[in-house]
């Protein structure tokens, strides 16, 4: 039965013609402490090889206390922070609910929209009909044209209005 993968242990090759690229360069000299970056140090593994390694930043002690008593270095929560955190839901249930009007009215607002427009195209087809009327007639030269004046009085604020109409 032939095995597809089979477990060999021929020893790695070693020399000056192969190097694998974890070993450690001896013809370069090591980093200087200054020029190792930050996060990385030189470590020890177990075989006795010193190489540099990325580390895990030490954890901060976590300091608990009882409940609402504040502990050593705690700030209070400011009351501005405590009030944005409490509107932010309901600045975000008003615009959703306000979404949820607007979809509901969406067909209202179009048959609205739809009637205005009726309205703007009656009122446009009444003055253009108008100006055709008016340009159609003769206009007065200023001779035989009858000027209509009103005279209104009244007395007091709730009086009685009398006023006279002159032809001339």
Do not use: C
Not at 13 to 19: D, K, L, V
Not at 111 to 122: G, H, Q, R, S
Not at 147 to 165: D, K, N, P, S
């Amino acid at each position: 039965m032939h095995e597809p993968y089979e477990i060999t242990t021929t020893a790695l090759e070693t020399g000056p013609a192969f190097r694998p690229a974890y070993l450690p360069d001896p013809s370069r000299p090591p980093m200087a402490p200054r020029e190792i970056p930050p996060g990385v140090e030189l470590v020890t593994l177990p075989d006795g090889r010193r190489t540099l390694a990325y580390t895990h930043p030490t954890p901060v002690p976590v300091i608990t206390t009882a409940p609402g008593a504040a502990g050593p270095g705690v700030r209070p929560v400011p009351a501005w922070a405590r009030t944005t955190a409490l509107l932010a839901p309901t600045v975000g249930g008003g615009i959703a609910a306000a979404g949820i009007g607007i979809s509901y009215a969406a067909p209202g607002l179009t048959a609205m929209t739809n009637a205005l427009w009726a309205a703007a195209a009656l009122i446009a087809t009444g003055t253009a009909g108008a100006i055709a009327l008016r340009t159609g007639r003769p206009r007065a030269t200023g001779r035989g044209t009858t000027h209509i004046t009103q005279q209104i009085t009244a007395t007091g604020l709730f009086g009685r209005a009398t006023g006279t109409i002159n032809h001339r």
